[in-house]
């Protein structure tokens, strides 16, 4: 599935939520933009939570390698296209997900690429809140799941959209996309196997 550096002329407001969007600012989700067909009724809001503070953190917490966050930066600086543009509402924290929620009182909130770490007030709100992973859950859940798998040489995976729960990674599995990683190719190359997997899921559950 390529890229483009173009993203999709279909973009609507909130005319009646149904389903909430909450995508990654990276290429890999201008991607999902372009692919997707939003229907009148889908709000796309883009979470730019991410930032040095917290990649300091998964670093000392042992949560993410030095070579392995080098190895992700240089996957996303080299795939074309850029990241989403101003033009959709953004959320950097969950109290922004909260009013998010309250504005638009959306019938389900779908999650791709977002870094936002989900707490007990967002779940609490009572709408069905689930997860896209682009790698087999619980065994591959969490960051580095693509190195994971690959060091493992478990090649046979699926994307799963999951319920979310209090512990990332480990709900109850609503759908699935399979793919197979490549253990003769790049780690960018089995990056872009599993998340175009994740695209086709979001796509299949989004325009449903």
């Not at 770490?117 to 709100?125: A, E, F, M, Q, T």
């Not at 960051?143 to 090649?155: E, P, R, T, V």
């Not at 599995?173 to 599993?194: G, H, W």
């Amino acid at each position: 599935m390529p890229n483009s550096t173009h993203e999709s002329e279909t973009y609507h407001g909130p005319m009646g939520v149904n389903t909430l969007v909450i995508l990654g600012n990276d290429k890999i989700s201008s991607s999902a933009l372009i692919h997707i067909k939003l229907k009148e009724d889908t709000k796309v809001v883009i979470d730019r939570s991410t930032n040095i503070k917290r990649i300091l953190k998964l670093l000392k917490r042992r949560s993410l390698s030095p070579f392995l966050l080098c190895e992700m930066a240089l996957c996303e600086i080299s795939r074309s296209g850029k990241s989403p543009s101003r033009k959709y509402d953004s959320i950097y924290k969950n109290q922004d997900l909260i009013n998010e929620v309250k504005k638009n009182s959306p019938e389900r909130i779908i999650l791709f690429r977002a870094g936002l770490i989900i707490n007990k007030d967002v779940i609490s709100l009572g709408v069905p809140l689930l997860n896209l992973h682009c790698a087999r859950i619980p065994e591959f859940g969490g960051i580095g799941s693509i190195a994971k798998a690959l060091k493992n040489k478990s090649f046979e995976q699926e994307a799963t959209l999951h319920r979310v729960s209090v512990k990332i990674d480990e709900g109850e599995v609503i759908d699935t996309e399979k793919f197979t990683l490549n253990p003769n190719a790049s780690y960018c190359e089995n990056e872009t196997i599993s998340y175009n997997a994740g695209i086709r899921l979001l796509k299949r559950i989004v325009e449903q």
